[in-house]
């Protein structure tokens, strides 16, 4: 019997307060069935869902679990410190909700305790750093694939989740055909949970006609709302196989390459900002130093730093929107960085075509750590667009990449 059953209503009426408070918090007859731990002998379990699918609701009744059973400590891991606090702690569906009254545990700084003696600690995946030392015998992760240094972190965490008899973790993500889900689901100790938004029949009307309705059938609708990993988009110019590996360091000429937002607010795109360096025939991509908000001094210092910091020979700047300014942004923080100011007299997509050849060619490689620059090329259309959003990530690259190795040997020039 389960919450969803007619019956279920008709009993609670007849039982005490006390039992009905009981029933309540009893999660396994309200819970859909992808919200409950699959049986086995599994290591992780990999619950893939689109958006209110019920995924933060299911980690923390998993989390509330454990601290019954006395496991302890567990990891409470998010992208950042706030995020997992606001949503895996605070949220509406978080720990702190879920647990009942009279086994509610109380947060003292970062770490949620029990009165049995059990402990979660909220750690960030954005600092991988903060995994080294502690030990845990659980581990919740939330929206993993997201997570901008997401191998650094989880790899830090799999180091520390030894404790215990059967060390076990949950990870809650809607999917994103990153390296570490790939990881995940090759995993022989993985199993894996699946749910699209629309199994939720407590879903808002408002959402399901707003929302649902209109991504429905679309790419990004298949991702977000009915959980699939999209591995590529059928028309995209790049795909997930092209980015490897250098198989040599750079030997080379480096760039910074940087495409300044239309608007110098905080309000505006993001600034797109590409490390990129010559080795042999190719490229390596070295950094991703994209940022936002991106006002211009901001982002004229986070440009002239890369270049100073990747010994770098010339910063290759678009002009299109803002014209000598962008230059003199440039000046004001090291006038003797040398400067080449490019303008596009091409769409997006056809400046591209070109670069993106240059991987199918085998002549572009990644280090690691670019996750969120090999989304954007991935989800790059040809309507110039990433996911509805300005490229500004593929932008900086396509003019890195063109000055190194399609236009290697013109002219620069010095800031004024």
Known sequence: MT????????????????????????????????????????TTWLLLGGRGAGKTRAGAEWVRQLAEAGVTPIALV?????????????????????????????????VLRWDNGVEAHILPASDPERFRGPQFAAAWSDETAKWRKAEAAWDMLQFGL?????PRQLVTTTPR?????KRLLADEQTVVTRAASKVNTHLAESFLQAVVSRYQGTVLGRQELDGELIEDLPDALWRRALFKAPPAPVDGRIVVA??????????????????????????????????????????????????HAHGADAIVAEVNQGGDLVVQMIAQVDPNVPVRPVRASLGKWTRAEPVAALYGRGLVWHMPGL?????????????????GHSPDRVDALVWALTELLLNDGRPRVRGI
């Open 258 to 307: 940087v495409d300044p937002p239309v608007t110098g607010t905080a309000r505006s795109d993001a600034c797109g900002i590409v490390v990129a360096g010559r080795s042999g025939d190719g490229a390596v991509v070295l950094e991703d130093a994209t940022l936002k908000p991106a006002l211009p001094l901001v982002w004229a210092r986070r440009a002239v730093a890369a270049y």
């Open 78 to 110: 998010g992208e950042t410190m706030t995020e997992a606090e606001a949503v895996m702690v605070r949220g509406e569906s978080g720990v702190l909700r879920v647990c009942p009254p009279w086994n509610r545990p109380k947060l003292s700084g970062t």
């Open 3 to 42: 919450a969803r059953d007619p019956t279920i209503g008709q009993l609670l009426e007849q039982l005490p307060f006390e039992a009905q408070a009981k029933l309540f918090y009893h999660w396994p007859i309200w819970a859909y069935e992808h919200q409950l731990a699959p049986a086995g002998d599994w």
């Open 371 to 387: 996750t969120a620059l090999e989304d954007e090329l991935c989800a790059f259309g040809p309507d110039g667009k990433a996911d």
């Open 162 to 166: 030894r404790l215990g008899e059967r």
């Open 177 to 181: 055909a990153t390296r570490l889900m």
